[in-house]
């Protein structure tokens, strides 16, 4: 089957690091994206992970591990804005279609 | 602005009405997506288009018929809904081999 696990709600203080952990289970696997999407917004393009390792982008940083099944989105310096929810999609290539987490809640408290 | 444009915006019907949703995308992307996007749950694939053909239907109840008359338009007629089918719906585009997605800002659906 497939299936892809993230945290429901996450709490963090501006200025902080928080880490949202995704774990996954997918056929024919070809990367991992991460996407942000503010209340009544459409989802919008954060990352795109398709090799082991970590990728930074500004405050943003995304880490994947394909042998674990797992990834994780990294945002450093937190400010009000990145409350948002954050969804963990895996790619899979051959059947040309992302398969969605159920997004993380994200608050950013001051 | 993404690219990808929806209308309506928002959209309250009872459960014999007829309805349908439109999306509109300006990228020049060949593959095209219907999400259901309900509270707390994740993202459901519901139908894809590639080049206009349908590649994808994930076991969607015949009450949401899709159509794609062109690489740039997609639509979701809907008819004899359910008050569960109440949810946000999302389209988006593709170039169909990078798998990044762009979305429209979505419908709001309420069945009454």
């Known amino acids: 089957g497939q299936n892809i696990d993230q945290p429901t709600e996450m709490t963090a203080t501006e200025g902080a690091i928080v880490q949202i952990n995704c774990t996954y289970q997918?056929?024919?696997?070809?990367?991992l994206f991460w996407y942000q999407q503010h209340a009544g917004e459409a989802p919008t393009f954060l990352s795109y992970n398709v090799l082991d390792g970590l990728e930074e982008k500004g405050r943003f940083s995304s880490f994947l591990s394909r042998s674990k099944g797992y990834s994780y989105l990294l945002l450093k310096e937190l400010q009000m804005k990145d409350s948002a929810s954050y969804l963990c999609a895996a790619f899979s290539g051959g059947y040309n279609k992302l398969i969605f987490g159920a997004g993380t809640r994200l608050a950013v408290h001051p | 602005e993404t690219g990808v444009t929806q209308t309506p915006r928002h959209l309250v019907m009872g459960m014999t009405n007829k309805k349908s949703l439109k999306c509109e995308q300006h990228?020049?992307?060949?593959?095209m997506y219907w999400y259901k996007q309900s509270a707390k749950k994740p993202l459901e694939l519901m139908f894809v288009y590639n080049f206009k053909e349908q590649t994808e239907n994930n076991s969607v109840p015949s009450r949401f018929s899709p159509e794609c008359p062109n690489s740039s338009h997609l639509f979701l007629h809907l008819h004899t809904l359910q008050p569960e089918d109440s949810a946000l719906y999302l389209c988006?585009?593709?170039?169909?081999?990078?798998?990044?997605?762009?979305f429209g800002e979505g419908s709001r659906l309420t069945v009454l």
């Open positions: 997918t056929s024919g696997f070809n990367g």
């Open positions: 988006a585009s593709s170039t169909g081999t990078t798998g990044e997605l762009f």
């Open positions: 990228l020049g992307h060949n593959a």
